[in-house]
Each structure stands twice: as structure tokens, then as C-alpha cells.
């Protein structure tokens, strides 16, 4: 089942606003655990995320796929990872948050283990 888990980069309001248009689980990290991995660094999260087979949430497409590559490469399977678009601005709360109800309501059933999807306008 899928399972949203966002990252620190992510506005907490996209969680609360997609919480409001679907009945996905998804939570801001500074909420997951009471907000103790909020500075956690990436290969930590992925550990931690595929423990809990929650899928990432992020904006960063610049340094957390060579996190992503080198888990992969070591053997280790992650529980995938949902990259925003730069094309969305970060404030762009409600269009992020329906993308994201979107993409669950289409795939909560599918296995997300080592999938990499681009939420792209």
C-alpha cells in the first residue's frame, strides 16, 4: 500500500492539504516520530522510510537520487520515491497536494518497492 513520508524540504500544508482531498496516508517528517529524523541525512531517511515501507516526498533531485543509486547499488531496496518537479513552486500547496491524491488513488494498491516516479505538471 502506499504510503507517503515527506521530506523536510516539503511544506507541512501539502500534507494537511492532501490529507483534505483523499484518504492517503501521508506525513510530514516533522511529524513522523514526533520530528526526530527532521535532520536525519538521506540514506538514514531511505533506511528508515523502507523499514516502514513508506514512500519519499521530495524536491530534491539533486543529491538524493545518488543516495537512492548508491542503497541500490549496495543491494539495499528503498520504498520508493516521489520527485516534485521543479516546475511547481514550493508554495503551490493545493496543485502538489492533488497531484499527490492523484498518484495514490492510481497506484495504492501497487508495489512501490524501488519505484521513482516525477510529479511533473
Not at 520504498?79 to 492510481?106: C, E, F, M, P
Amino acid at each position: 500500500m502506499l504510503r507517503f513520508l515527506t521530506d523536510s524540504h516539503v511544506p507541512p500544508a501539502i500534507s494537511q492539504a492532501a490529507r483534505k482531498l483523499g484518504s492517503l496516508e501521508i506525513t510530514p517528517l516533522r511529524e513522523w516520530h514526533g520530528g526526530i529524523y527532521l535532520h536525519e541525512h538521506d540514506p538514514k531517511l531511505l533506511a528508515l522510510a523502507w523499514d516502514e515501507r513508506l514512500t519519499i516526498v521530495t524536491y530534491d533531485v539533486n543529491t538524493f537520487p545518488l543516495h537512492v543509486k548508491a542503497r541500490l547499488e549496495s543491494g539495499l531496496d528503498h520504498a520508493g520515491v516521489v520527485y516534485v518537479s521543479a516546475r511547481y513552486r514550493q508554495n503551490d500547496i493545493g496543485t502538489i497536494a492533488r497531484g499527490l491524491v492523484q498518484l495514490w488513488k492510481a497506484e495504492h494498491a501497487a508495489d512501490w518497492t524501488n519505484r521513482i516516479y516525477f510529479l511533473d505538471k
